[in-house]
């Protein structure tokens, strides 16, 4: 559900790698997540982290099926999803002592804007596409995604997301405060430098 | 199929049309821009208590009639009403001052403005109050105006630094400069500015996409919008459960949008809004 990387110097890389669902986080990653970042609080050597998602699409946000109202999954291991998630979006997240870095391409949708409005930079694709879809399911969209979503982008952005469901490009989601950079190649190569540059200087400062 | 709405009372400068859930006011006459008297004030905000309880309307769309939107207080009855009344002068600029503070924001339904020409003092205070706001590039928006008098007898009626940027309302109240739609655009008082000839089709499609969302689900979302934003991250967790837990009850009894939905979406029928 998550490929981890730690072979880039002070870097930790967290690929969001559940290709076939768009990267949909379901249970089995939300838990992914929530260890992968609880232990990332103890690991002094790495400086930066970097989100990224594997096959071409950032993540669709939470998974309808395991989530929503046809999920098979049972009532002890969804609620431990759940307790999961909102541990690892309103807390660890934000209590991370690395920098965070994000790439984005195709998809990044409801669910996946906490890990933006969490990150010190987002570098997006130019085909990358932003949104709350969840109003279009006739659902409401989660507090703590219109909490970040208002952290980063003004009341009128917020309320044109939520209400409408309808996506946005990048540059318009640049415009809006969502991202930092739109860029036409693969995002994650200056997602990486610019982690990369943070560690470095992380590293020489700690070893001063 | 499009028929006058009925108003609580008549007023030469507002008129009413529902056509398919969208009830659109027209501001102003085709001559003379709005300028808010006491009583379009009053009537005005019955009709949105009104609206806010009329299952048919799912749209509000606040426009003129002519060529501006709003030519702000109307002055001179300001004058003559607080000669008179002037705790009824009181109440009205109290109740100017609810709809940007929230109030239209309340409502269950969506509600939008277009903009058009000059918007001018009090009425840009009535744009701040609308979910989305749209505005042809050429509208002006003037924030000095010759009501700023009247909305400091209530100072929160006067545009407010939380829908658009503190550093451009500073500029353009000390200045005198009016904002161009593509300013008012960068600064966050309207959503999207578009040239004048494309504005009435933003404006179709939006309406379009909005009358179809599930009510109780733009209302919901709505009330989300209004309150988690002053919550903590635990406290909005908490609210969440709370509104996904009375939404499924409320739409248990009946076929939902969101059981079909989701159904769909499941067996790879459809995708809802998420074709860009």
């Not at chain 1, 990224?52 to 999920?71: N, T, Y």
């Not at chain 1, 036409?184 to 190569?189: E, F, G, I, M």
């Not at chain 2, 609206?51 to 009639?65: F, G, N, T, W």
Request: charged share 20%; with cysteine; aromatic share 6%.
């Amino acid at each position: 559900m998550l490929r981890i990387d730690d072979s880039h110097q002070g870097i930790r890389l967290i690929g969001l790698d559940r290709a076939a669902k768009r990267n949909a986080i379901g249970v089995e990653m939300t838990l992914a997540l929530e260890a992968c970042l609880m232990q990332l609080r103890h690991r002094a050597d790495l400086h930066a982290v970097v989100f990224h998602g594997i096959g071409g699409h950032f993540s669709a946000g939470m998974d309808l099926k395991d989530f929503f109202d046809s999920s098979s999954r049972n009532a002890d291991e969804l609620q431990r999803a759940r307790n999961a998630t909102e541990h690892w979006r309103c807390h660890l997240l934000r209590e991370l002592p690395q920098r965070v870095f994000t790439a984005i391409e195709g998809y990044c949708l409801g669910g996946a804007l906490p890990i933006l409005q969490a990150s010190d930079a987002v570098i997006a694709h130019d085909q990358a596409k932003l949104g709350m879809p969840e109003i279009n399911f006739g659902f409401v969209p989660g507090g703590q995604i219109v909490k970040s979503v208002g952290l980063m982008a003004s009341n009128r952005a917020l309320s044109y997301l939520a209400l409408t469901g309808k996506l946005i490009d990048a540059e318009q989601a640049l415009r809006w405060g969502l991202v930092s950079k739109v860029v036409a190649q693969d995002p994650l190569p200056m997602a990486l430098e610019l982690a990369g540059q943070w560690a470095r200087q992380a590293s020489l400062t700690q070893a001063q | 199929m499009q028929h006058h709405y009925p108003l609580p009372n008549q007023h030469p400068q507002v008129t009413a049309q529902l056509e398919q859930g969208v009830l659109t006011l027209r501001l102003g006459t085709d001559l003379a821009p709005l300028a808010l008297d006491v009583p379009a004030i009053e009537l005005l905000n019955q009709l949105f208590w009104q609206v806010a309880q009329d299952p048919q309307v799912r749209v509000l769309v606040l426009r003129s009639q002519g060529k501006h939107f709003g030519l702000g207080l109307d002055i001179q009855d300001m004058e003559s009403q607080y000669a008179q009344q002037p705790s009824r002068v009181h109440q009205a600029l109290y109740t100017l001052r609810q709809w940007g503070n929230g109030q239209l924001r309340r409502m269950p339904q969506a509600v939008l403005a277009l903009i058009q020409g000059q918007c001018v003092g009090a009425a840009i205070t009535l744009v701040q109050g609308c979910d989305i706001a749209l505005s042809e590039h050429g509208a002006q928006f003037s924030f000095t105006a010759a009501d700023a008098h009247w909305l400091a007898l209530e100072p929160a009626a006067q545009p407010r630094a939380d829908w658009l940027s503190a550093r451009a309302l500073h500029f353009h109240c000390v200045s005198g400069q009016a904002a161009s739609g593509l300013e008012a655009e960068r600064m966050g008082l309207v959503t999207f500015s578009y040239p004048e000839e494309s504005l009435d089709q933003a404006l179709s499609d939006l309406v379009t996409s909005l009358r179809e969302k599930d009510p109780l689900a733009l209302q919901f979302t709505k009330e989300t919008l209004a309150h988690v934003g002053s919550m903590s991250w635990d406290a909005a967790v908490s609210y969440t459960a709370a509104k996904f837990a009375e939404i499924k009850a409320r739409q248990a009894d009946s076929p939902s949008t969101r059981a079909s939905a989701i159904a769909g979406f499941l067996a790879g029928k459809n995708k809802p809004g998420l074709s860009g």
